[in-house]
């Protein structure tokens, strides 16, 4: 594909990171709109959504160094590269939860009301996000016979080059993007708080441990039922699980009141 949009020494504009750009920009647009109408404070939401976009990028690259250790081990400096790829979106989910829930409880804002204004936005993030993991090579396929599989040829790109494979980066976008409008009908219509983030939840848990069993990068196995989940499958079954208790326990506990 296209790692490198252009470059004019000393100046190179990566395409992984301008997308990564527009879809958080995105994202947080969506949020702040959203919270207008909800009647929250829009300029709580967007320092909320600032230090969540920071908190994402150094828990999504925590975990990816931590999968691939081996390798950072003895490239200690790529860590920092980030705009070569290597976000892992469970680690952001993670750091950014952390940070959300310290922010919200800190201003006296609504953890469930905020969390389900913020939710369309991540999935409309992603969905975005991983066009930029398509144009670097990041995030690839396992080779494929299909014919709708790509080739990558580029020698800056992160992907093996000239082997056919799923473009998994696409499925993904794909994916998110249908998870987007599912919970923006689920918003419209949602009895309690908390509803439409852990509808998010559940519904990625399922995308991606789906979509695992196409990737081709190092996945990072952990030694579950012969070594055949990767972490983020096995992630994705405790986060289903999650999702689907907090949407039980919540029905009950946070009704909005017409």
């Known amino acids: 594909m296209y ?21 958080f920009l995105s994202g947080i647009s969506l949020a ?35 999968i691939n250790y081996s390798f950072y081990i003895k490239n200690p400096l790529n860590i920092f590269k980030i705009w070569r790829g290597g976000l892992v979106f469970y680690g952001g989910l993670i750091g950014a939860l952390a940070v959300g829930v310290f922010y919200i409880k800190k201003y006296g804002l609504s ?26 090579g990041c995030c690839y396929g396992k080779p494929a016979l299909v014919s ?14 000239h082997i056919a494979r799923h473009p998994v980066q696409l499925y993904s976008s794909a994916a998110a993007l249908l998870v987007f409008s599912i919970l923006l009908v689920i918003y419209r219509k949602h009895k309690f708080r908390g509803q439409v983030f852990f509808s998010y939840v559940t519904l990625y848990s399922i995308d991606r441990f789906a979509l695992e069993f196409l990737r081709g990068d190092e996945r990072g196995f952990i030694n579950i039922l012969g070594h055949i989940l990767s972490t983020s499958q096995v992630i994705s079954i405790l986060a289903f699980i999650l999702g689907l208790s907090m949407l039980f326990f919540l029905r009950k506990r946070e009704p909005i009141k017409s």
């Open 3 to 23: 790692p490198i949009l252009f470059k004019i020494d000393p100046i190179t504009l990566h395409t992984y990171g301008l997308i990564l750009a527009i879809a």
């Open 148 to 161: 709708w599989a790509v080739t990558f040829t580029d020698p800056e790109s992160l992907a093996p080059l």
């Open 32 to 66: 702040v709109r959203q919270a207008k109408l909800e009647g929250e404070d829009p300029q709580k939401i967007f320092d909320l959504c600032f230090y969540l976009v920071l908190a994402a990028i150094i828990g999504s690259r925590i975990l990816f160094v931590l």
């Open 111 to 136: 953890l469930w009301k905020i969390s389900d204004i913020l939710a369309p936005s991540i999935a409309l993030g992603q969905a975005i996000g991983r066009l930029g993991c398509f144009f670097a």
